[in-house]
């Protein structure tokens, strides 16, 4: 978005796509750059329960944040409303950046069109933006061999790329320059309707030309030349979408000062270390993450893992050690929920008795997403 452009008021920026693609981070990005143009920027966070470790994350920048739990924004249709009203009311933003659950699909039909058609005279609704990780939608096209995940999930992830009107390669810096024009021929190739891009949220290259494409098109109805929604077999999306376990639990963590860095990185690997190991050919993991925030001050520290064969990464750093503080952990993968729970109980009980610490739970929810049934699905452009 060049200097001279402004967004519209009150404009929706949906930002979708699969498990660990990167999208709080380039929202954050995202929010950043448009506020430093003058823009008033409000968040919106998604999942299928509460205590996410994005909207804390997020907050901790100083955001006005929106958390929608329960349910994808298409099934949670009203609530997703009166979030955009409430932020209204409190921050007045000019923007809306809105991220939706990651194994959700089918948004332009029951999310976007909704918007432009009950609440057009409210809301501006930008091209619908999904982001990928390089290394996962290099083995979904089978650019790249390596552990990938079942038919029915890989069809919700097909499924994402299909609809997007702005294709976005998250993580660029991971591939070299060969491997990252062969990947944007291919996307190009296949999904000849979207724009594609390359970015890394991370560093901040490639977002000035992201947003800026999301004004142009914004500008321009139907740039993206979309006949009307696509097809889904709402039986293989819920099927997929059941075959993902979904682990969120929030404890309390205290006892003598310890180091809440090297305490994040220690229980991610040590739960990707168990997690290769509790069956024959490990589970697949679609996204770790967890945050740290000590109870006094406004510091919080976040570690992700976003694949079973990467590495534990840390996003933000706490700035001094701690004696108690509020663990957030999200676990999200192609296992049961049974298996999850267990799994990650074991590490931190590992890892609390080797810190000589103590551990509360104040909140534990472990179970498979429920079938997708959206408030409206709609046809028309």
Not at 232 to 253: C, F, I, K, R, S
Request: with cysteine.
């Amino acid at each position: 978005m060049g200097e001279e452009g402004q967004m519209l008021n009150s404009n929706y920026i949906l930002v979708g796509g699969f498990l660990g693609a990167g999208k709080t981070t380039a929202i954050l990005k995202a929010a950043e750059q448009l506020s430093q143009r003058g823009l008033r920027v409000g968040l919106i966070t998604n999942d299928q329960s509460q205590g996410l470790v994005d909207t804390a994350m997020l907050a901790s920048h100083g955001f006005p944040t929106e958390e929608i739990t329960g349910g994808c924004f298409c099934c949670r249709f009203p609530s997703l409303i009166e979030a955009s009203q409430r932020l209204e009311v409190e921050s007045r933003p000019d923007v809306f950046l809105a991220e939706p659950v990651g194994s959700c699909t089918d948004l332009f039909a029951t999310v976007v069109l909704p918007l432009r058609k009950m609440y057009g005279n409210q809301f501006g609704v930008s091209p619908l933006s999904v982001l990928v990780d390089p290394i996962r939608v290099q083995r979904v096209l089978g650019l790249k061999s390596g552990k990938s995940f079942s038919p029915k999930v890989t069809y919700i992830y097909e499924k994402q790329l299909e609809e997007a009107d702005i294709l976005v390669v998250n993580k660029r810096e991971l591939l070299e320059p060969e491997e990252l024009n062969a990947l944007v021929k291919a996307l190009e190739s296949k999904f000849p309707r979207a724009k594609v891009l390359s970015m890394s949220a991370r560093t901040g290259e490639g977002l000035e030309a992201w947003l800026d494409t999301i004004q142009a098109h914004a500008a321009t109805p139907n740039a993206t030349g979309r006949s009307g929604p696509m097809d889904v077999d709402y039986d293989t999306y819920a099927d997929g979408e059941a075959q993902l376990g979904w682990l969120n639990m929030t404890v309390h963590v205290g006892g003598t000062e310890f180091d809440g860095n090297a305490f994040l990185i220690s229980l991610l690997a040590d739960l990707q270390k168990r997690a290769f190991e509790s069956v024959d050919d490990g589970i697949r993991i679609a996204h770790l993450k967890a945050t740290l925030t000590p109870s006094q001050g406004n510091d919080v520290g976040v570690a992700n893992l976003v694949r079973d064969d990467f590495s534990v990464e840390q996003s933000h750093r706490l700035q001094e050690p701690l004696s108690e503080g509020t663990l957030l952990l999200n676990f999200r993968a192609e296992a049961s929920p049974e298996v999850m729970q267990n799994l990650a109980d074991s590490s931190l009980r590992a890892l609390l008795a080797q810190l000589r610490l103590t551990g509360q739970e104040v909140l534990v929810e472990a179970f498979r997403p429920s079938r997708p049934n959206p408030t409206h699905r709609l046809a028309e452009i």
